[in-house]
């Protein structure tokens, strides 16, 4: 799956040691707004986006108290997304990276992306949003690798509405980085927006909470 497979800059100082890896949380840090919910608008039209809210008020409710997103976009990907053919989404994940990546990209985030990149780091995206909407970005980025939430199809490639693992959020994101990289991963830099980025922030010498704020 593409959350466990590779798929291919802004530190203020140049680090002493041989650069490693640079890790960047997506949504809100590299875009000015979530990908997941836009590309499900965009790929819904607003009728079909608007009476699929309407369903799911009574999570959206729920999720007002327990601040639980994964619960909020698993029942989001069970009313969107089931039933479709992985195919399907990848090809309509490529073409909304296609035509919204100008409006969703933070330019100064962009920049210190390939800031690094030209100092040598390997740069690896790990987001929360399902890893096949965040591909066609990673690829474009020429990222090193990308991590994150897997849903889960049948034999037949269709989407069975839930996650194939846990919500790549929060401790996942170091559980999944120690994974694939071993367990004595240290971050070189990682970029983060919200809580769900505090433990993989708290494995990089160089922590960037919030530092981007560009907009296209």
């Not at 920049?111 to 990149?117: F, G, H, S």
């Not at 991963?185 to 919030?210: F, H, P, Q, V």
Request: with cysteine.
């Amino acid at each position: 799956m593409l959350g466990r497979l590779t798929v291919g800059g802004g530190g203020m100082t140049d680090p002493l040691h041989e650069l490693g890896m640079v890790a960047f949380d997506f949504d809100g840090t590299m875009t000015v707004r979530d990908s997941f919910t836009a590309f499900l608008k965009w790929r819904s039209g607003s009728m079909r986006y608007t009476i699929g809210c309407l369903k799911l008020t009574p999570q959206i409710f729920v999720y007002l108290f327990d601040r639980n997103r994964g619960k909020l976009k698993a029942a989001a990907v069970r009313e969107f997304l089931k039933g479709s053919r992985q195919e399907t989404l990848q090809e309509e994940a490529r073409r909304f990276a296609e035509k919204n990546s100008g409006r969703l990209m933070r330019p100064d985030a962009v920049d210190t992306w390939r800031r690094w990149r030209t100092k040598g780091a390997k740069t690896i995206i790990v987001t929360a949003s399902p890893d096949f909407v965040v591909a066609p970005f990673a690829r474009g980025l020429g990222a090193d690798g990308l991590i994150g939430t897997e849903l889960a199809f049948d034999a037949d490639g269709r989407c069975l509405g839930v996650f194939a693992g846990q919500n790549c959020r929060g401790p996942e994101k170091v559980r999944r980085l120690k994974e694939l990289y071993g367990d004595d991963l240290r971050l070189t830099a990682a970029y983060g927006d919200t809580s769900g980025d505090k433990e993989m922030l708290a494995i990089a010498d160089e922590a960037g909470y919030r530092v981007f704020k560009g907009r296209p």
